[in-house]
Structures are given as structure tokens and as C-alpha cells.
């Protein structure tokens, strides 16, 4: 299947820059219409990771080049995906939080 043929289809690239409090579950619903995607395109390996990194856009690209490969099992894509999802994910600060439960 063509680049072209993939490209156009409606996953709008990630606003890794917008609300930064809803990074997290942001990353999460764009991540889960990404999978969507390559589903309905029947995009399989070894396309996934760059299409990844393609459509989610530049500042993404930018953000993946700096972080280190994680330590998991599976294909270059499962990497990807663990690496950015430990990025954007929310880190939770305990003592804070004990704080405001108190």
C-alpha cells in the first residue's frame, strides 16, 4: 500500500504542546485511533513504527529521537509505543498527592 493511500484518513497529527494537564489520556485516545487506523489500512510490520512516527508529527519525532529504547519484549512498533507512552504519561508525584488526599 502506498504512503498516500495511508496518509489521508482522519488521525490529525498529536498536539503534544496543547494542555499539558491531559497529556496522558490525550496520548492514550490518539494512540488508540492510531491503532484503529492500521487496522482498518491493514497495515502490518515493519511499516507500523514509521507510520507512527509520520503521523503523529514533528514535536513527537523530536520527543522519540531524545528518549532511550525501552527495556520490553516485541518489534520495533511495541518499542515505540512503550517508549512514548512513559513519556506522556502523567508522572505522579506521592508526597503531593498524599498532601491533597489529606
Given amino acids: 500500500m502506498e504512503l498516500t493511500e495511508l496518509s489521508g484518513g482522519g488521525v490529525p497529527p498529536f498536539d503534544c504542546r496543547a494542555d499539558a494537564a ?36 514533528f514535536d513527537v519525532q523530536d520527543i522519540f ?12 512498533y511495541v518499542k515505540a509505543v512503550t517508549a512514548l507512552g512513559g513519556y506522556f504519561q502523567p508522572r505522579t508525584n506521592i508526597p503531593y498527592e498524599r498532601h491533597v488526599f489529606r
Fill in 65 to 76: 529521537e531524545t528518549l532511550a529504547e525501552p527495556d520490553v519484549e516485541g518489534d520495533v
Fill in 22 to 57: 491531559a497529556l496522558g489520556p490525550r496520548w492514550r485516545r490518539w494512540k488508540r485511533a492510531f491503532d484503529y487506523f492500521l487496522l482498518a489500512k491493514g497495515v502490518t510490520q515493519p511499516a507500523q513504527k514509521a507510520l507512527l512516527l509520520h503521523m503523529a508529527g
